[in-house]
């Protein structure tokens, strides 16, 4: 099998357990006898084990090699998967959700590390979308199993064996990840050096700014638009419609942006997703503009990715993996803030709160040099 049609199906793994928490917890609840803070305590596993990877990715990547790191990270997801399938108790199906998250970082870092070297800012975007794709079968598999009147182990069970099954592929390619550079790069350059970069720690912020934008809106636009007079249904289908423009704006950005120049996409993008932030604030064809934010805000991700190797060079292995932790650590604790703004002030503050995002992301992005490989 190619290794890009094995990397859009190892994000389409990536993301097909990632909502499954969520999805399943009102019958996983009701099993452990747990109210709903539980489930905070699934998602802190998950996303601890996940930036933890992150940190760890660049060392790690240094001794397995690109290959190995992948083979075992998706193994390690699939056991974790396989393993709350059997209900066990709740302790263990933490855990189980932190080994979850090491193994879905270290493939995050693994893949974006891979793909940023050897595929175009196109592939990048696909890629990522892929992610989007995984993220939306997670849930339709949950909610046609569960309509078939199997119970939630069997939704684990099942996106276990596929990541399985993905695995296997993995380990019989593993030596084709490998040609050497890359590993090279993460054992002669520490990863404290790395962070000691001055270029590093401020895409690190890109990517948490970044994801806390795209979680926050995402995650509160149903509250808001709530507030605004919208049904729960209507609610529902603008959050729905947001990470549908998403993924359907990366799949349409990956036509253009080889064309236009990755850097020169993002620059272009940025103050318009400023635009359209202020106007979903101020509830101006609010709709239109939180979708308008999200096909803007769509390449950020995957084009800084595949820009990094071109603008830190050694360094780039270790920042890729600090980026992706930078990006969880993002959607952990800034929709967490705007929820604690929305119980002051009111939901109408979220949106405010996105306009301000959306003005410091604008800045980190412009005042980045342009890399030596972009356009």
């Not at 094995?6 to 993301?15: H, I, K, Q, R």
């Not at 892929?130 to 119970?151: E, F, K, Q, R, S």
């Not at 638009?225 to 609610?235: D, M, Q, S």
């Not at 991700?301 to 930078?326: K, S, W």
Request: proline fraction near 6%; hydrophobic fraction near 60%.
């Amino acid at each position: 099998m190619p290794l890009l049609a094995l990397a859009y199906l190892a994000f389409v793994g990536l993301g097909l357990p990632d909502p499954l928490p969520g999805a399943l917890w009102p019958e996983v609840a009701p099993a452990y006898g747990l109210p709903n803070a539980g489930l905070g305590l699934v998602l802190a596993g998950l996303s601890a084990g996940y930036i933890l990877a992150g940190l760890l990715a660049g060392r790690i990547i240094g001794v397995l090699g690109i290959g190995g790191v992948l083979a075992a990270s998706v193994a390690a997801t699939a056991l974790a998967a396989l393993g709350q399938a059997t209900a066990p108790p709740f302790l263990i199906f933490v855990a189980l959700a932190v080994l979850a998250g090491l193994g879905g970082g270290a493939v995050d870092a693994a893949l974006n590390a891979y793909s940023a070297k050897h595929f175009a800012p196109r592939h990048l975007n696909w890629l990522h979308a892929c992610w989007g794709i995984g993220a939306t079968l997670g849930p339709a598999a949950a909610a046609a199993l569960l309509a078939a009147g199997a119970g939630w182990q069997a939704v684990y069970a099942a996106v276990g064996t596929a990541l399985a099954l993905l695995s296997l592929a993995f380990v019989a390619t593993r030596r084709r990840w490998d040609d050497g550079p890359a590993a090279d790069a993460a054992v002669h350059v520490t990863a404290l050096a790395a962070l000691r970069v001055p270029l590093v720690r401020r895409q690190m912020a890109v990517f948490f700014v970044y994801t806390g934008l795209e979680a926050g809106a995402g995650q509160w636009a149903a509250t808001v638009f709530g507030a605004r007079g919208a049904t729960p249904a209507e609610g529902a289908l603008a959050a729905t419609l947001f990470f549908a423009g998403l993924a359907g704006a990366r799949i349409a950005m990956g036509f253009v942006v080889d064309r236009i120049g990755a850097d020169r996409l993002l620059r272009l993008a940025m103050p318009p997703v400023v635009l359209a932030a202020t106007g979903f604030a101020l509830g101006f064809a609010d709709l239109a503009s939180l979708l308008l934010m999200a096909a803007l805000l769509a390449p950020v991700y995957p084009t800084m990715m595949a820009l990094t190797p071109a603008r830190l060079g050694p360094h780039a292995v270790h920042a890729i993996g600090f980026q992706v932790a930078a990006a969880m650590a993002g959607v952990a604790v800034l929709p967490g803030l705007m929820g604690v703004a929305a119980d002051l002030a009111g939901a109408n503050a979220v949106p405010w709160l996105l306009v301000a995002l959306a003005g410091l992301l604008t800045w980190l992005i412009h005042g980045l040099p342009k890399p030596r490989a972009a356009g």
